[in-house]
Antibody, heavy 121, light 110 residues
Framework: QVQLVESGGGLVRPGESLRLSCAAS????????MSWIRQAPGKGLEWVSY????????YYAESVKGRFTISRDNGENSLYLQMNSLRAEDTAVYYC??????????????WGQGTLVTVSS | QSVLTQPPSVSAAPGQKVTISCSGS????????VSWYQQLPGTAPKLLIY???KRPSAIPDRFSGSKSDTSATLGITGLQTGDEADYYC???????????FGGGTKLTVL
């Protein structure tokens, strides 16, 4: 079955970096857009970034533009999120998700179980 | 402040029907598909409705979606206690080139 498993979360200090990974299985990873979406504790969903199936098109939320970088390795069926200059407001559960609608047509399914990133001094 | 506005909470009795609204400017809602997500307590969100009114095959027909120029609506009939969850609408914001979500609605089945 389709499975997405995130890893790499943890506790970091403000200004530090962290790299999240998402291992995909059960589908042809290279056929799909992929997303990162986050959820601060007790808050709603916030979309973070999209990457196209080939990696040629990338989109970011304004709140992370210039600090976060999304990438993928289709040979390894893996999605990544490099997070630099982390701030307290980046504290959240980060979900990896498959986007099967493409840009402009959000069909986000399934979602991974999430990995918690805590930014605190 | 979310670009898409949802009521913070709704409630209804088991077996009843409830609707959850998702409103935004016509420039966002009218020209873009809306999807809906269910987040049960302590779990990851799940796609309920896509392209305004379509259901993935595993989603029962108790769940429905509709859309007008400036709002979308999620309907749930035959409410069950297992439907207690947070529900989010989402769409593409063409001007920002980002996906935007509503603030979420907590459904309580009394």
């Amino acid at each position: 079955q389709v499975q997405l498993v995130e890893s790499g979360g943890g506790l970091v200090r403000p200004g530090e970096s962290l790299r999240l990974s998402c291992a995909a299985s059960g589908f042809t990873f290279s056929d799909y857009y992929m997303s990162w979406i986050r959820q601060a504790p007790g808050k709603g969903l916030e979309w973070v970034s999209y990457i196209s199936s080939t990696g040629s098109s990338i989109y970011y939320a304004e709140s992370v533009k210039g600090r976060f970088t999304i990438s993928r390795d289709n040979g390894e069926n893996s999605l990544y999120l490099q997070m630099n200059s982390l701030r307290a407001e980046d504290t959240a559960v980060y979900y990896c998700a498959r986007e099967w609608g493409g840009v402009g047509v959000p069909r986000i399914d399934p979602w991974g179980q999430g990995t918690l990133v805590t930014v605190s001094s | 402040q979310s670009v898409l506005t949802q009521p913070p909470s709704v409630s209804a009795a088991p077996g009843q029907k409830v609707t959850i609204s998702c409103s935004g400017s016509s420039s966002i809602i009218r020209h873009n598909y809306v999807s809906w997500y269910q987040q049960l307590p302590g779990t990851a969100p799940k796609l309920l409705i896509y392209d305004n009114d379509k259901r993935p095959s595993a989603i029962p027909d108790r769940f429905s979606g509709s859309k007008s120029d400036t709002s979308a609506t999620l309907g749930i009939t035959g409410l069950q206690t297992g439907d207690e969850a947070d529900y989010y609408c989402g769409t593409w914001h063409s001007s920002l080139s980002t996906v935007v979500f509503g603030g979420g609605t907590k459904l309580t089945v009394l």
